[in-house]
């Protein structure tokens, strides 16, 4: 079974900075691209970033383009999203999402973290 | 970006009958690139349906999905209790991959 678990949210103030983890276990990470989703309560997810398999790709939402960056070590089979300038309207449930794909090109999500909560609020 | 309107926003059924979903996008999606995903409370998407009509791992078959382009459905043919929760489409056909805002399925 696949499993993947996120950590390090929590409570942080405007324009500060904070950074997710995704370990992972369960699949052959290296194989396949990666993806940050996020979601309001009572909203629809909302796409945030993607890897591809070996890190040389990534792309972003407009909303967080120049503030986030993912990263992924696939020798920990573990993906990261470094999250700066946080703004209140980045406050959100943040999941990891695995892609049966390689490429970063938009795809659907076949296995999903738990998520985790991150709160902008002074 | 492609805008997913799903409809009903809610929908109040009893088990053994049938629930139908619908998503309809601002523009057409290329290749039937849409999936279906359920979400129950406290618990992260399920993949349910992937290229608009193909039923993921271990999805029953109670769960059908069709459409193309820009009008797409999802059937759960007899709804059995577990399957009272949020539903949501997603698009995968253009970049940003965009989501629907969701369908509450309640019990009746």
């Known amino acids: 079974e696949e499993y993947l678990v996120e950590s390090g949210g929590g409570l942080v103030q405007p324009g500060r900075a904070l950074r997710l983890s995704c370990a992972t276990s369960g699949f052959t990470f290296v194989d396949f691209a990666m993806h940050w989703v996020r979601q309001v309560p009572g909203k629809g997810p909302q796409w945030v970033s993607s890897i591809n398999w070996n890190g040389d790709s990534t792309a972003y939402a407009d909303s967080v383009k120049g503030r986030f960056t993912i990263s992924r070590d696939n020798a920990k089979s573990s993906l990261y999203l470094q999250m700066n300038s946080l703004r209140p309207e980045d406050t959100a449930f943040y999941y990891c999402a695995k892609a049966p794909n390689w490429g970063n090109a938009p795809y659907y999500f076949d296995s999903w973290g738990q998520g985790i909560q991150v709160t902008v609020s002074s | 970006e492609i805008v997913l309107t799903q409809s009903p926003g809610s929908l109040s059924l009893s088990p053994g009958e049938r629930a139908t979903l619908s998503c309809r996008a601002s523009r057409g999606v290329s290749s039937d690139y849409l999936a279906w995903y359920q979400q129950k409370p406290g618990q992260s998407p399920k993949l349910l349906i992937y290229g608009a009509s193909t039923r993921a791992t271990g999805i029953p078959d109670r769960f059908s999905g069709s459409g193309s382009s820009k009008d797409f459905t999802l059937t759960i043919s007899r709804l059995e209790p577990e399957d009272f929760a949020v539903y949501f489409c997603?698009?995968?056909?253009?970049?940003?991959?965009?989501f629907g805002q969701g369908t509450r399925l309640e019990i009746k």
């Open positions: 997603q698009q995968y056909g253009l970049a940003p991959l965009t």
